[in-house]
């Protein structure tokens, strides 16, 4: 037998180490009390400013440590951060890096500083600081970030964490948005939120203005009447908008001195699109990864247009193109390509410049040959998940070589699939040639991710875009020129404006379309807008010049990225001095965390990497991951080494290579589930079911299979349990006994509501159930894994049984934690789609107030809310009966029937039953 390698032994000490760690937070809680938090978020046009205040007392006897601890979102810079201990405050400082990383050299060798920010999910990273504090202390934590919220697929996010980890006596959460163009839709969502919790849910607006307000009290944060002092508040709550829209030329708009200039023009046509897909299909990609690329690519083909040329090149250790040229996006071409795309299997090295090279080669071949279409945009979207291994290795070269190739004549987007790729190779590889890289998180929804990527890029509206102003007007404007806009998307422009302005301010925004150049011509008068911003409860002073140093940062840090060293001198010089003078934590500068007297008093907190995140893991629950850190900076190991014991230890923990020590049988159960029970077969491939979005990866872990054990055969639940509101007979038990295929199973054009599913008939339970609304435009997918949720071509999957609770205009949508989905509006039919774990598991369809069904309904279950004629009229007592239903006779029988509507263990129930 083999002894353990040093990785594992250590990976084993860390779990115990944490499990002892979760234990002496336990036992603080009671101590350390949270008896006020309240996060304050105002948006200004797009511009999100937050404060995170939370107030704690010592009520040990004893000396404690406090901690605060707070996730914000990557794109955010935090721009304060103070304590106040008993009256004294305690300031954090921004500094230089290099500057703040001297004086305290002594901490950062010690690695103490680097625990302060870290990523920790797909979209947020983790600030957090201790202290220790006498008795009785009164600790006041504040902290500051500020975010210029981005356009994505026709909406604006702003995501805040709710995590108090105890009940707070006052808790209060409060966004106000204030957009002079008018807000065209509001919608908030969340993952904890409860009906009850709803209560303390209140949203008002009107055409401009929206004031979110979340104010819970203690009663209603516990998170059951058994677990009294655990509070239910844990996870996202999002607040998501757009703006009207009526100006194409855009909005400009004007505060202190400041402008910004939004523009999205709505209503032009999609320009014709030259697409290649560059797929890595090397034997790291073999396994999920493959299958969820595979998955995508079928369906980003099925979305292509019909005006749109494409081609597919999959690589490993060399390339291979589908076709040897471009081909139109005809049906034909569609099919054959999506099942070469079924077909792709992964094995093999990764040649990544070759690939792109012959991408580039075909569109140059294609455009010599005159077979591109005049106007047309031309795009090389390359998925890989590895380095480079074959051909050319060198990262710089391989950039330098494509760079060379595509001379600023394509657009390359580069999707980095997982933790092992270098995503500052493919940052750099995207930005150095007009395209942008992307992240893809190895989950479960890895497919929707791919997919939602492209939706962002599917739709080109303009090209060369650039803005034009008066030159006498303004100065320091930000980038001006932008090589292609996308539907759904904005081009932002901000700048200043000189001291002598006129009273009307005027821009040109010139641009081309598919076959004609275009000339948008927009005018503000400046004090009509300055005015509109004197609004002080939803704005902040000068927060537009806030926002163009914000967006002049980001904009410089990209920029340093695709520059060569001498230039890039200056422009790190220029972003480090805007971070400094509106005090940003950015890359180039950190924040000194000054404590009392006495305590180590060197922390600094600096911000976190994209590209320095290699080999972490995301998805690892809280706890475990703290403890996780090792020496100051993340460490940066190439792809194929792992000699580095901390490196291996990693790789064991994300589940690659041997199995590391955490899996199963180590593992305990995270404290939060519940005892380990025999479940059958058909739930398990829904525990099996990776977690999404910032969950804790746990679940994965818990998917040994244990045979159910065989119970005496309970009664079954019918396909669908129908309630017929004044009909004779109150409810109806239908089994789809023939059903074959989709099948609609409602449509109602009054409701504006259609849904269509498959049942398998020898599963006896639905594999897929899809719901469309057409008010709000909604698609809400069910299958036995997961619910996605697709609005605006934007798509979310949402696991079974993980509350969610999100309030659209005109639509709610909630999952509670037993399985069920509830759709439903105030004048709707409210429609349940339920995973089912009781006898007959499976996914399953409901519906309540069915009442509100137009005469319009029809469908292999719709048809039963139209006129039904039951023959005899009454039959007390008989157990056999005919039904009637658009000329048609079905003979309905009493029988036995689980009710599975209120969810497991279900009832039995007598019911009128018929087969169809
Ligand atoms: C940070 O917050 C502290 C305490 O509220 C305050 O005194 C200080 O002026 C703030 N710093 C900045 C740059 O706003
Ligand atoms: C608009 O709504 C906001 C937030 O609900 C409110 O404070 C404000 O008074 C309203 N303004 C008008 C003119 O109704
Ligand atoms: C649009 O403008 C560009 C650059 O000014 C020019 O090269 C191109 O020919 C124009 N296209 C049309 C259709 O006028
Ligand atoms: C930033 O640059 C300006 C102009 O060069 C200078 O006046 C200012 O002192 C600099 N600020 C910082 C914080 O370095």
Redesign the pocket.
């Known amino acids: 037998m083999k002894t353990p390698a040093p990785g594992r032994a250590c990976g084993i000490m860390l779990v115990l180490l944490s499990l002892a760690t979760l234990q002496t937070l336990r036992a603080q809680k009671n101590d350390i009390d949270i008896y006020s938090l309240t996060v304050d978020s105002r948006v200004s046009s797009r511009f999100a400013h937050t404060v995170v205040t939370s107030r704690v007392v010592n009520k040990a006897s004893t000396l404690q440590e406090v901690t605060f601890q707070m996730e914000l979102p990557k794109k955010a810079f935090i721009t304060n951060f103070s304590m106040n201990i008993d009256g004294v405050t305690y300031p954090g400082n921004i500094k230089e890096k290099a500057a703040a990383q001297e004086q305290y050299s002594a901490a950062v060798e010690r690695g103490e500083s680097a625990g302060l920010v870290k990523a920790t999910g797909r979209k947020t990273e983790r600030f957090q600081v201790s202290v220790s504090v006498a008795p009785a202390a009164k600790i006041t934590f504040e902290l500051v970030y500020e975010e210029l919220l981005v356009r994505h697929l026709g909406a604006y996010e702003l995501l805040l964490k709710v995590q108090p980890q105890q009940l707070v006596k006052h808790l209060q959460m409060d966004i106000y948005i204030f957009e002079p163009q008018g807000i065209s839709f509001l919608e908030t969502e969340s993952t904890f939120m409860t009906n009850e919790l709803a209560e303390a849910l209140t949203t008002?607006?009107?055409k401009t203005?929206?004031?979110v307000r979340f104010k819970p009290m203690p009663s209603q944060q516990q998170k059951s009447p058994e677990q009294q002092q655990d509070t239910v508040l844990d996870g996202n709550f999002i607040v998501r908008y757009d703006v009207d829209r009526t100006l194409s030329g855009g909005s400009i708009q004007i505060e202190n001195g400041y402008f910004v200039h939004y523009f999205a023009p709505e209503h032009l046509a999609t320009i014709p699109k030259n697409v290649i897909f560059v797929i890595d299909k090397s034997g790291s990609m073999s396994g999920r990864k493959i299958q969820q690329t595979r998955e995508a690519l079928i369906k980003i083909l099925g979305d292509l247009g019909p005006r749109d040329q494409f081609n597919l090149i999959s690589f490993s250790g060399e390339a291979t193109p589908w076709k040897p040229q471009l081909v139109a996006a005809s049906a034909e071409n569609m099919n054959e390509a999506k099942s070469y795309a079924t077909a792709i299997q992964a094995q093999g090295g990764t040649n990544i410049n070759d690939a792109i090279l012959m991408a580039v080669q075909l569109l140059e071949r294609a455009n010599r040959e005159e077979l591109l279409p005049a106007g047309s945009v031309t795009l090389i979207i390359l998925l890989t998940d590895g380095d480079p291994t074959v051909g050319e290795t060198n990262p710089s070269k391989i950039q330098k070589n494509v760079q060379e190739a595509i001379d600023g004549q394509h657009s390359l987007f580069c999707l980095g699939f997982g933790f092992d790729v270098s995503y500052a190779f493919l940052e750099k590889l995207a930005l150095d040639n007009g395209g942008l890289a992307r992240r893809i998180y190895e989950d479960s929804d890895s497919a929707l991710q791919l997919q939602d990527f492209y939706q962002e890029v599917a739709n080109p509206l303009m090209t060369s875009v650039a803005f034009e102003y008066p030159s006498n007007t303004v100065e320091a404007v930000t980038q001006d020129a932008f090589r292609l806009f996308f539907k759904g998307s904005e081009l932002v422009v901000a700048g200043k404006l000189r001291d002598q302005s006129p009273d009307v301010f005027s821009a040109k925004v010139r641009g081309q379309l598919h076959m004609e150049n275009i000339t948008f011509v927009t005018e503000s008068r400046v004090a009509e807008q300055e005015e509109a911003f004197w609004s002080p409860r939803y704005i902040f002073h000068s927060f537009m010049e806030r926002l163009w140093a914000y967006l002049t940062i980001q904009q410089l840090l990209e920029q340093i990225v695709s520059t060569l060293d001498a230039e890039k001198q200056a422009l790190e010089a220029r972003a480090l001095n805007l971070s400094l003078s509106y005090s940003f934590v950015t890359p180039l500068t950190s924040m000194v965390i000054t404590k009392p007297e006495g305590q180590e008093q060197s922390q600094v907190a600096e911000k976190p990497v994209e590209n320095e995140n290699r080999h972490r893991n995301v998805h690892s629950g809280h706890t475990l991951f703290r403890y996780h850190s090792v020496g100051g900076k993340a460490s940066r190991v190439s792809g194929g080494s792992s000699a580095d014991p901390v490196f291996s230890k990693r790789r064991g923990w994300r589940g690659q290579g041997p199995p590391g020590p955490l899996n199963p049988p180590h593992l305990p159960y995270p404290p939060h589930r519940t005892p380990w029970r025999p479940t059958p077969p058909d739930v398990m491939s829904r525990l099996s079911a990776t977690s999404f979005l910032d969950e804790h990866d746990m679940d994965l872990r818990i998917k040994e299979t244990t045979t159910a054990s065989p119970h005496p055969a309970p009664i079954q639940p019918p396909s669908v349990i129908l309630l017929l509101p004044g009909q004779s007979v109150d409810r109806l038990c239908v089994d789809l006994k023939r059903s074959q295929g989709p099948t609609n199973l409602l449509s109602d054009p009054g409701q504006g509501i259609e849904v269509t599913g498959h049942y398998e008939t020898e599963k006896a339970h639905f594999s897929w159930i899809e719901v469309t609304f057409k008010k709000p435009q909604l698609q809400v997918r069910a299958s036995p894994e997961h619910v996605v949720v697709t609005r605006n071509r934007r798509s979310s999957a949402y696991k079974w049984k993980k509350t969610l609770y999100s309030v659209m205009p005109g639509l709610k949508m909630t999952m509670d934690k037993a399985g069920l989905l509830l759709l439903s509006s105030p004048d709707r039919v409210t429609i349940g789609l339920l995973s089912w774990d009781g006898p007959g598991a499976g996914l399953r369809l409901l519906l309540r107030d069915t009442d509100r069904f137009s005469s319009h309904v029809s469908g292999t279950l719709g048809q039963f809310y139209q006129d039904v004629l039951w023959e005899p009229l009454a039959a007390a007592g008989d157990s056999k009966r005919t039904l009637r239903v658009q000329g048609h006779d079905h003979s309905a029988t009493r029988e036995l029937k689980l009710d599975y509507q209120e969810g497991p263990p279900g009832t039995e129930i007598s019911c009128w039953s018929v087969e169809l």
Do not use: D
């Open positions: 008002s607006q009107n203005k929206a004031h």
